[in-house]
């Protein structure tokens, strides 16, 4: 059994991959089985020759979203994809090469690792044996956490326990758990120590690592970005929704998590960028109509729609960013003579050019019975002319 994880692609050869050795095994967890996972990191500089002095620091990935960095002492010729037997506390655990080479050292500036004064060794290459060994480890690892989810009931803890992570030499399991507040474990390792015959570890997990880890559809139809390609969570504020104008509904920007969805930040650096040139919204535009308030603003488009009523959508009036800042411009001087009718009507009549075809696509439109259609269908074919000479017998 070879220690190099090896998949075959569509063109029939194989590359290196994650987890194949095992892949046709159904307990083994998403991010240990398959070609590709959310924690692979893309070598760019792979194509570069390497330098005759090359860099001895490996990062290898576990299970969930967890990584580290070791230092390949024994001058091992390792590959990305290859199934090694790193340094643990106790004992050993067997973890994925993911990146090897320069690109390491910016992955440790990135994750703020650099600063480490020693980092854990990579015994070896995984043996047949140390990978049977592993394989079983994972076997248990459903087995053990629906066993820990009954001792917490009946321990009474206000704790969910997500998932369950063996180490490679079967010696220690790491236990992902949520929980709204804090927890005393102290009898629950206690009893999971003797039960199980191992090193316990308590690591609690957010709403949004859990719902990667179990993965789903969002509302857009595509998997969750949590379960596909995030691993580092960035904190999403309501604010995010207000600079992009959308509608402070929680149903709406609530995820399956629970939590603000992460993509709200993803065009929130776009829309930051265009709104820099736009004016303070709530600046009133005083005018001979009347005083207009700030009711809504199309970013892209650089239009923003004012009403003269403050509580009300009523008669709202579209304006150009370059009016609206000369309207300002001219109230700071004091005059209030600038008719916003007049404005609109010459520079924002084509901005309007939409449709609303809300509803237009009702859901039952397929419902309605279709005419039969005739067997033979209609003859495309003309009939021929009479002949005038021809006469009737």
Known sequence: MSSKLEVMNDNGKFSRGCASLIKDNPNIPPCRKGSSCKLDVTDWLGDIPKSLQEDDLVEVRFKNTRKGYYRNVNSLALAKGDLVAVEASPGHDLGVVS???????????KNSQHKKPEYPKIYRKAKPNDIEK???AIEQEDATMLATRKICEDLKLDMKIGDVEYQGDKTKAIFYYI???RVDFRQLIKILADQFRIRVEMRQIGARQEA??????GP???ELCCSTFISN???VTTNSARFQELSLNPQKLAGQCGKLKCCLNFELDAYMDAQDQFPDRNIPLKTENGTAYHFKTDVFRGIMWYSFDRDSAANITPLAVEKVKEIIKQNKKGDHSVSVSAISAKSEEKALDYNNVVGEDSLTRFDHKKKPKRKGGRRNFKRPKKNDNTKKK
Do not use: P
């Open 99 to 109: 990146l090897i080479g320069e690109l390491v050292h910016h992955q440790l500036r």
């Open 134 to 136: 592993w394989e079983a």
């Open 179 to 181: 929980a709204d507040g």
């Open 212 to 217: 990667g880890r179990i993965g789903g559809i």
């Open 220 to 222: 857009c139809g595509r």
């Open 233 to 235: 969570f960035v904190s």
